[in-house]
């Protein structure tokens, strides 16, 4: 079997109602897309989140692999990787477009072998995954009653765990928002705050001494993602737990913050760290150093299923008797933000049930794309 042929699709879809975080505002979706076809006609498909990737996939990855076998997963690995590393494009946008490449292998390998791809990955622990809303982000306005309302809707719905966007405002203000929001939920429910790298270390700790009052579970990205000695530095001076890697490309990014211990909740993003081929590899470091795994996941289901595969073979770290949902079983990141290309592209989103989602059990992947909602959200001769 061969690889004949990958198409990279970048597709857009604009918001009719911005939102905003620490670096800016969100006023469209977006998603590159790749599909992977061999020569017995079987699909795989692949996801990352970056439009530049697309480019690069289309003029630079896909001529490397064509006619490779694409069960040969780690062997296309490293012949994308190399030339990357000689080029010193690895750490950035290369990273996404083989993290997009290899998620469409699994799901093609997952397809031959007739089994979901948490199978191949050695068989699942669990078939359902605890999952936290990620949402309450700046709004126009910003209304207080707004915040309030988005916060006790999640709960509403049976989720156990939300999170929530600081760095956007003063400190004075987004503790105000935290304490809102904390209210809104109330004492039994999970909280996280979400800094997106928005301040120094030394802003960041007074933020944390005020999360610790409102029980924070934990404080993602406070400092900027590559400066480890700042998260060393901030955890010595909070009790709030550190969370970070959503920015990290490969297990030769996480090795430091890893050893060091920088986090306390370690965050790969499937469509940035590598493909599942890497994550895997970085969730075993992780464990390693009982440092717990909390995948990023920010796109659409093929994001999400590639996530939950993972995420379902993760070993309780520590090994307890009964584990427990985010104190030492894995849990992911579930955007409950505006995204029409998330609702649309696989004829349905993902449905939570009392804060858990059930893992794929189809083939590979376990989600099927839309092509006729592909070619709607296709920009055409882009990049």
Known sequence: MKIVEVTPYLLRAPLERPFGWSQGWIRERVAVVVKVVTDEGIVGWGETGFPDAAALIRDRLAPQILGCDPLNREGIWWRLIGPMMNQNEYLGLGMCALSAIDIALWDIAGKVAGKPIAELLGGPLRTQVAVYATGLYYTEG?????????????????????????????????????????????????????????????????????????????????????????????????????????????????????????????????????????????????????????????GTPIMMAATLHVASVLPPCPRVRAPIAFLQEPVVEFDRTPNPLRAALCGQDFQQRDGYLQVPTGPGLGVEVDESALSHFAVVHDG
């Open 142 to 298: 910003d209304e207080p009653h707004r915040l309030a309302e988005e916060a006790a809707s999640y709960v509403e719905a049976g989720f156990r765990a939300v999170k929530m966007k600081v760095g956007g405002r003063s400190l004075r203000e987004d503790a105000r928002r935290v304490a809102l929001v904390r209210k809104a939920v109330g004492e039994d429910v999970y909280l996280m705050v979400d800094a997106n790298q928005a301040y120094t270390p030394f802003a960041a700790a007074r933020l944390a001494r005020f999360l610790e009052e409102q029980q924070v579970l934990w404080f993602e990205e406070p400092v900027p993602a590559h400066d480890v000695a700042a998260y060393v530095h901030l955890r010595e001076r909070t009790s709030v737990p550190l969370a970070g890697g959503e920015n990290l490309h490969s297990r030769f990014a996480f090795r430091e913050p890893l050893r060091l211990r920088a986090w306390d909740i370690a965050q790969p993003d499937v469509t940035v760290v590598g493909g599942i081929t890497e994550m895997v590899k970085v969730a075993a470091m992780a464990n390693a150093f009982d440092i717990l795994v909390a995948p990023h996941a920010w």
